[in-house]
């Protein structure tokens, strides 16, 4: 978990703000992390988040920020360097294998990830997240893909109307 | 089969974020998507909706890097009273619908994929409609005629090619 240092010492003591969960639970957090959140990012560079104020997050739970956090600042030194041109192919490798299982997770909480990812707007995330939903809907058909994502069961309208699409333009979905 | 849990969050996410669902999409190979609206009709209406950022989006950074970018998205939607009609040479075994018109929403430049898709040719139409014409109505549809079939064709699909078998 130890972070890379070449994230460190490019703006001597870290700058540090807070973050407050729907639940209120406050989460102290270095700004460069916080900030590859777009929709945090311009409050952070007006000064906000810091000492007792903190930024409050209406719309994600604790558990959930916890986890987008930990995203956050396993990939804040490498946002920071710039795409890094200097990372080494360690680093990417470490950071990809540190990705894939971040999205190994339970439906429920990529489903929190996915409205969190995108009311923070952190980009990196959203495509991870996106990534992850689609290997999951790849190569399924339209009813098994309601069964892996955990969708309720069609209404008997619904699915004949399913069945009558289909019998018409099966051929579309060879 | 779901645990009610999942089944809520699933219901709170993937049917009420647009624009999460189109980031999904575009990571989607053509079949997928297809198959994505008749999933639900919500996802039929995103993908209806956003169908001009799945047709820009650029082959997304899935394991295949050489899949060819998107050169059109278009809805087959079937409708009665259109003032554009295509006459519809495919025999299907129901030919019932045969005597009713074809909307075909083309996004993208059509122009300069005088295609034909299936038995239709979308140059046939003309002036290609433009995104804005693509209000989902295809499931408010009266009953028997509500049926919408997204298609997008890769860029390598050759003039005259036909998806349909």
């Known amino acids: 978990m130890a972070a890379p240092e070449s994230g460190d010492g490019n703006n001597g003591a870290a700058r540090m703000v807070t973050l407050i969960s729907s639940d209120n639970t406050r989460f102290e957090v270095e700004a460069a ?20 104020d903190g930024i409050p997050l209406p719309n994600v739970d604790s558990a959930t920020l916890s986890k987008v956090l930990e995203y956050c600042i396993k990939h804040a030194p490498a946002a920071a360097n710039g795409g890094a041109p200097n990372a080494t192919a360690v680093d990417r490798a470490e ?16 489903y929190s990830l996915i409205m969190a990812a995108h009311n923070l707007e952190i980009e990196g995330l959203q495509s991870l997240v996106a990534k992850k939903v689609a290997d999951m809907i790849k190569g399924k058909s339209p009813m098994e893909i309601r069964r892996t994502l955990g969708f309720p069961d069609p209404t008997p309208e619904e699915q004949a109307e399913m069945n009558a699409h289909m019998l018409e333009y099966g051929w579309a979905y060879e | 089969m779901a645990h009610s849990a999942i089944e809520v969050t699933a219901k709170e996410c993937l049917y009420a974020q647009d624009d999460a669902l189109a980031t999904i999409f575009t990571r989607l190979s053509t079949s997928d998507v297809v ?19 799945l047709s820009r989006a650029p082959s997304h950074a899935s394991p295949c890097h050489t899949r060819p970018p998107r050169a059109l998205l ?21 030919s019932s619908t045969d005597d009713h018109g074809f909307m075909v929403i083309i996004v993208g430049d059509c122009a300069s994929y005088p295609l034909k898709v299936g038995s239709f040719s979308l140059a046939s139409l003309g002036r290609p409609p433009s995104v804005a014409t693509l209000t989902p109505r295809c499931w408010r549809t009266p009953a028997p005629l509500p049926r919408t079939t997204a298609v997008w064709l890769p860029r390598s699909t050759k003039m005259g090619t036909r998806l349909g078998p």
């Open chain 1, 33 to 52: 992390a916080a900030s590859l959140s777009q929709t945090l990012q311009l409050t952070i560079l007006d000064g906000g988040g810091g000492g007792g």
């Open chain 1, 95 to 110: 950071l990809e294998r540190f990705d894939n299982e971040f999205v190994n997770i339970d439906q429920s909480v990529l």
């Open chain 2, 35 to 53: 198959c994505c609206t008749t999933t639900c009709r919500r996802w039929c209406r995103v993908v209806a909706k956003e169908a001009a950022v």
């Open chain 2, 74 to 94: 278009g809805l087959f939607h079937q409708e009665e009273d259109l003032g554009v009609t295509i006459t519809r040479k495919r025999k299907r075994s129901s």
